[in-house]
Every structure is written in C-alpha cells, then in structure tokens.
C-alpha cells in the first residue's frame, strides 16, 4: 500500500481468490484437514464462501498514510495490530519470523516443484493440478502443496499467480510450521469488516466465535461509485457530529461560567452569614456575662438586705 496523497491507487491488480481456496478446501477428507489443522492453518478451512470487494480495497487503500501506517478515516484513525490478526484470521503471531531471505539455499524441494535457481517461482495453476494427482492422498507432500495453494491463492497473492518457492525452506520440516509466526499475514478486506461497517457482510453467528473470520457470509458486490458515495456520507455524518458537539460543548462552557457565577454568589453570601453568625455568638457571649452580672448584683442586694434587717432588729431590741 502506498502512502494516502489524495490521489487514486491506480488500476488494482491482485489474484486474490478466496473462492479458490476454499474450493479446494472443500475437497479435502478429514484426514487431510487434520494434517492442515497440526500446521496451525485449521481455522482457514472454516471460512464461509464470501464475494471480495476490489472496489472496497481500492477505497480502504487510498485511506492508508505510510508515515502514520494507519488508516485515515473522517472520524480517526485506526491502525492494524497483531491483535487484530490474531483474532480475524487466528493465525499465530508468535514464533519464528516469515522471512524469505535472498540467500536462501535453493533446495532440490524447490525442483520437485517446478522451481529453477533463477526462478524461485510457483505457478498456482501447478499446485493445483498437484493437488488434483494427489487426491485423497494425505503425506508431506500433500501438506506442503496446500499450503502453497493457500499462500498463492488467499494469504500472499500476487498479480502473475505464481508462488515464492522459498516458502519451501519454511515448510521443508512440516512438523515445524507451526512454530512461524504466520499471522504476519493480513486480509484487509476482512480487517476492514470488522472496523467499519460500510458493505459489511451478514453476521452467521452472534456469539463471540474465534477467529472472527469464520463469522462472516457473503457480502453485496457494489460499484466503486456506491462507496464513494458512503464514505461521503460518513464525512458528512461525522462534520454533523463535530457540529452537535461544538454546539453541546459551547452550552456546557456556558453552563460552567453560570455554575462559576452561582458559586461566587454563594461564597459570598456564605460569607456574609458566617459573619453574621460570628456576630451573634459573639452576642450571646456578651448577654451570658451581662446575666452573670445581674444575677451576682441580685445575690449582693439580697446580702444587703439581710444585713440591713439584721440591723434594723439590732437597732429596736437593743437601743
């Protein structure tokens, strides 16, 4: 994929054929697909007959930004992990890396093949007819085939149908191939089901069913014109809800600035009747001792005058 300049992707090409493969998945006995399921590939078998969209990998293309190696949509962007490969396609993600070396040795399984030193190629249309001889026969040389078969035709399709023979250093110890991290491998089409939901094909099951891949069935075909015009509505969608939400944001500033203002106006008054409050207990503090006073005063006038009736009794009894 090329970086998104704004400009179209060109005339795409690719020999992409999932029904192919599972044609020839189909035709497999259950001893063979057992083979195929020890090699880590099993869940492949299970996928459901689906149309694939080269207009939907044209418009997915021409939104993919090489410097940020994610996907550019009107409403973000999103990014391919291992994750995602791991649970679309169930493909391992660890282990030993895919790597097709250019000093690869050129082994005599490669001339078994069909491929030269100068050549290291495949052709598809071999393979197939390799599996044909080999019918219901279920060896080595029947897992390589396929899986070469599956490579050529589903997971690294190219525009001459034709198959790197180096996958075969990978392959050439078949109880090993599940020790690759395989899951290098990515089907934007299918990544793309299960992020947007423009052409989405039907859901077969609801449940959460692993890998996802096998959750999907057949979709619509639609001209380039029909996703043109989906992705504008989305943009249009997505500037509506930029809108709502300015406009939302701009009421809820303005609900903060009143909250703000209520909020001084109760400090303030909060305020007022604290002093308030301080004036009155400062109040009750000068009538508690003014009462002090006035009843000290009463116990001295009423000393006094029991002084002064002592006297008075003195004064008429004794003089």
Avoid at 231 to 242: H, P, R, T, W
Wanted: charged fraction near 30%.
């Amino acid at each position: 994929m090329g970086q998104n300049t704004g400009d179209s992707v060109g005339i795409f090409s690719t020999r992409f054929s999932l029904r192919s493969f599972l044609k020839c998945a189909e035709k497999l006995t259950d001893s063979q697909k057992d083979s195929i399921n020890k090699t880590g590939f099993g869940n492949l078998l299970l996928i459901q007959r689906q149309m694939v969209s080269k207009t939907l990998l044209v418009e997915l293309m021409e939104r993919w930004d090489h410097e940020k190696c994610a996907f550019v949509f009107p409403s973000g962007e999103i990014t391919i992990s291992l994750l995602d490969v791991m649970l679309i396609l169930g493909l391992p993600v660890t282990g030993n890396p895919v790597i097709l070396r250019e000093d690869t040795p050129f082994l005599d399984l490669e001339r078994d093949f069909g491929a030269f030193p100068l050549s290291r190629t495949i052709t598809v249309a071999s393979l197939e007819q390799r599996l044909d001889s080999l019918a219901e026969t279920n060896n080595e040389d029947f897992v390589r085939s396929f899986l070469l078969y599956m490579f050529g035709t589903f997971l690294f399709p190219n525009t001459n149908s034709k198959v790197d023979s180096r996958y075969l250093y990978l392959l050439r110890d078949v109880d090993k191939v599940n020790s690759f991290a395989w899951g290098a491998a990515i089907l934007a089409d299918i990544w793309f089901f299960e992020h947007i939901d423009i052409a989405r094909p039907c859901l077969l099951n609801y449940r959460s069913k692993l890998p996802r891949v096998c959750n999907w069935g057949s979709m619509k075909s639609h001209r380039r014109e029909w996703f043109d015009t989906k992705f504008k509505e989305l943009k249009s969608d997505q500037d509506d809800c930029e809108d709502d939400l300015q406009k939302k944001s701009q009421t809820l500033e303005e609900q903060i600035v009143h909250l703000k203002n209520e909020i001084g106006d109760l400090t303030i008054k909060n305020k007022t009747l604290e002093d308030q409050l301080s004036s009155s207990l400062k109040f009750e503090e000068q009538n508690k001792k003014l009462m002090d006073e006035i009843e000290t005063l009463q116990q001295e006038n009423q000393e006094l005058s029991a002084s002064k009736q002592n006297c008075d009794w003195i004064t008429e009894n004794c003089l």
